[in-house]
């Protein structure tokens, strides 16, 4: 396979031009990382996590992290995700700098915009499917009820869990509490989901179910992905695979295999 993976040049680290500058985006650009850097801790303490990590994703790409354990990869998605404040660098979504805006309106764009799944799904156990994918869009109050619920049933349907709404989040398979987590995650429709080891706790039939269907909800809603995996042939199923190493982006590599294929 490795064959199949047509290298586009990697910027250096530090360097704020794109991987990807010289392609078009069919559908816009979506998000650019600049020179986005972590430490944690100080002095002899402290980690360098992210080492400034530039690059550039199109609205519907569907891409993937990977690397090895502790080389930067869950750092990276926090940071895309506006979880948590770099400490160099930045991210633009849709050409807006987020180091830029208010905390508000930072938190307004990570609501519309990005939505997070985890190696756990983080459900309510003692609350209905219906429930855990809604309560956000409840809690936050912008949409009429009849809205969320509609909106609640389609996402569901798009995760092949029709039906399953009333029953409780305690009685659903491991995998099937995985996609309602990614059910949960899609209800704002955000233009990005950022996935860190999302299938990490799921067998091989479950983790082929949730990557192809992520690849169709990519297709059909021009949602862009970014999966973290350590798995390179998870990351192969993938377009893209962005890869770092001690805190470097060192390869951005794009998959030809797939689109070869079809
Ligand atoms: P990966 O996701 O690739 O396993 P991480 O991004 O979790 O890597 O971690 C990168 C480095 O930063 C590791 O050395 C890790 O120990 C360190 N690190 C991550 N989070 C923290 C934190 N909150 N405080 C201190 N060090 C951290």
Redesign the pocket.
Same mark, same amino acid.
């Given at each position: 396979m490795a064959d199949a993976l047509e290298t586009i040049p990697s910027s250096a680290p530090g360097n704020a031009s794109a991987p990807n500058d010289s392609r078009t985006c069919d559908f816009g650009m979506l998000l650019s990382a600049k020179n986005l850097a972590?430490t944690?801790?100080e002095g002899d303490a402290a980690?360098?996590? *992210?080492r400034g990590v530039t690059f550039d994703l199109c609205n519907g790409e569907f891409a993937s992290i990977i690397?090895?354990? &502790?080389?930067?990869?869950?750092? *990276? *998605?926090?940071l895309l995700g506006l979880l948590d404040t770099p400490t160099a660098g930045t991210a633009l979504y849709n050409g807006i700098d987020s180091a830029t805006i208010t905390k508000p309106a930072r938190a307004i764009m990570r609501n519309e915009m990005i939505g997070f799944v985890f190696q756990f799904h983080y459900l309510l156990p003692e609350f209905s499917v219906y429930e855990n994918v809604a309560m956000p869009a409840l809690i936050a109050g912008t949409l009429p009820a009849e809205e969320i619920r509609s909106r609640a049933e389609e996402t569901l349907g798009m995760l092949g869990l029709d039906g399953m709404s009333g029953k409780n989040a305690n009685a659903l398979s491991g995998g099937q509490k995985q996609r309602v987590a990614i059910a949960r995650a899609l209800m704002n429709r955000p233009a990005i989901l950022l996935a860190?080891e999302p299938t990490g706790n799921l067998d091989t039939l479950n983790t082929n179910l949730v990557y192809d269907l992520f690849r169709e909800i990519s297709r059909e809603t021009r949602t862009a992905f970014l999966i973290?995996t350590?798995d390179r042939s998870i990351a192969e199923r993938t377009d893209r695979i962005l890869e770092?190493t001690d &805190?470097n982006l060192v390869a951005d590599v794009r998959n030809s295999y797939l689109a070869d294929a079809q």
């Open positions: 972590k944690y801790g980690t360098h996590a *992210l690397g090895q354990s &502790g080389s930067g990869k869950s750092t *990276l *998605l926090n860190d973290v350590h770092i &805190g």
